[in-house]
C-alpha cells in the first residue's frame, strides 16, 4: 500500500508560479508512472503530465511548454512546477503512481492516488 499526499497548492494571479509536490510513502520503483491529473470544478478528471521510472515525461498539450513534471527518487517525491498560470488551469491536482500506458496518461492504470491539493488562478 502507497500513501501519495500533495502539497504546494494555493491561489495565485494569472502568470503567476506555483510548485506541486507529491510525497509518497515508500519507495514506488516498481511502479512505471508517476502522473499528475486535475479536475476542474464540474468537469472530468484530466490528465496533466507524466514520467516514467526512467524520468522520460510527456505532457498535455494544454500544458506544454509551461509546466515541468520532475521526480526525486532518493525521497520518494514527485513536483509539478507550474509557470504563466492561466484562469484554465484552476482545478483539483491530483498525484498518483501506477502501471505502463502510452504517456503515461491513462487514467485507469494508475494504482495510488493521493487526495488532491487546490489550485485557483485569478485574474
Known amino acids: 500500500q502507497v500513501s501519495l499526499v500533495e502539497s504546494g497548492g494555493g491561489s495565485v494571479q494569472s502568470g503567476g508560479s506555483l510548485r506541486l509536490s507529491c510525497a509518497a510513502s515508500t519507495n514506488t520503483r516498481n511502479m512505471f508512472c508517476r502522473g499528475w491529473f486535475r479536475q476542474a470544478a464540474g468537469k472530468q478528471r484530466e490528465w496533466v503530465s507524466g514520467i516514467t521510472v526512467s524520468d522520460n515525461t510527456y505532457y498535455a498539450d494544454s500544458v506544454k511548454g509551461r509546466f515541468t513534471i520532475s521526480q526525486d527518487n532518493t525521497n520518494n517525491t514527485l513536483y509539478l512546477q507550474m509557470n504563466s498560470l492561466k484562469l484554465e488551469d484552476t482545478a483539483v491536482y491530483f498525484c498518483?503512481?501506477?502501471?505502463?500506458?502510452?504517456?503515461?496518461?491513462?487514467?485507469?492504470?494508475?494504482?495510488?492516488w493521493g487526495q488532491g491539493t487546490q489550485v485557483t488562478v485569478s485574474a
Open positions: 498518483a503512481v501506477g502501471h505502463s500506458s502510452p504517456s503515461c496518461s491513462e487514467t485507469d492504470r494508475y494504482v495510488y
